[in-house]
């Protein structure tokens, strides 16, 4: 039984009494997150995928993860194609290690967490304490089309970390009509590899992309 956190009516969809224990909601939204590309900031123990689990794990508290330097943590999850949202499911703690409240944030990728503190979420919930899973309803007009969600918890309630055992999502899914563009990021810059930009503070350019313009040439001269 999971700890329902409603905003407005539910509908007969809220009732999935033929759906098999083993799966969960008819509209569970597990095989649609691109588990490889989730990211947990500030966790201890993993790198984020290890708490997307299917409906039948989610009880499970052999993984978990926990807040490392302090008791905040930023997780973001895509999803594989555009989302309309009806809830997020967490289960987290136990005690004082329960999160005092989640920001939800859609479709906002690059946050870190200064940016994220002085953010506006798009919806927000305080997290009650408890071993069961909480289902925290979202207001679906905030969120029609989602990519991706990123989850802030910004405090413990007490302790001097916080544990997250499980993350899912309920809501309805639409192939995306479009590939995503894919951005690669180098952990390091190579100087021998850039050039630099003149008239500006340390930007580089990369004459491979020279290649993908009109011409093949760079507009920096």
């Known amino acids: 039984m999971s700890h329902n956190h409603s905003h407005g009516g539910c509908s007969d969809e809220c009732h999935d009494h033929d759906i098999p224990e083993s799966e969960g909601p008819r509209d569970n939204l597990y095989t649609r997150i691109d588990r490889d590309n989730t990211v947990a900031m500030n966790a ?39 989302v309309k949202l009806r809830a997020l499911l967490l289960k987290t703690g136990p005690t004082d290690q329960t999160p005092a409240k989640v920001g939800i944030f859609s479709n906002v990728d690059h946050l870190d967490f200064s940016e994220i ?14 071993r069961e899973v909480g289902e925290y309803h979202v207001m679906p007009a905030k969120f029609p089309a989602v990519t991706s969600i990123t989850l802030f918890f910004p405090a413990s309630q007490g302790a001097e970390n916080i544990r997250i055992y499980y993350v899912g999502f309920l809501g309805q899914w639409t192939e995306r009509k479009f590939e995503p563009i894919i951005t690669v990021y180098e952990s390091r810059a190579n100087p021998a590899d850039h050039k630099r930009i003149p008239g500006t503070d340390g930007a580089i ?11 093949g040439s760079a507009p920096f001269r």
């Open 44 to 82: 201890e123990n993993g790198s984020g995928p290890e708490i997307i689990k299917p409906w039948h794990e989610r009880m499970n508290e052999d993984i978990f993860l926990d807040s490392d330097a302090d008791d905040q943590m930023i997780i973001r999850i895509p999803f594989t194609g555009a």
């Open 117 to 130: 503190a002085s953010g506006k979420p798009t919806q927000e919930f305080e997290i009650a304490q408890g």
């Open 205 to 215: 350019w990369s004459p491979d992309l020279a290649h993908d313009l009109e011409g």
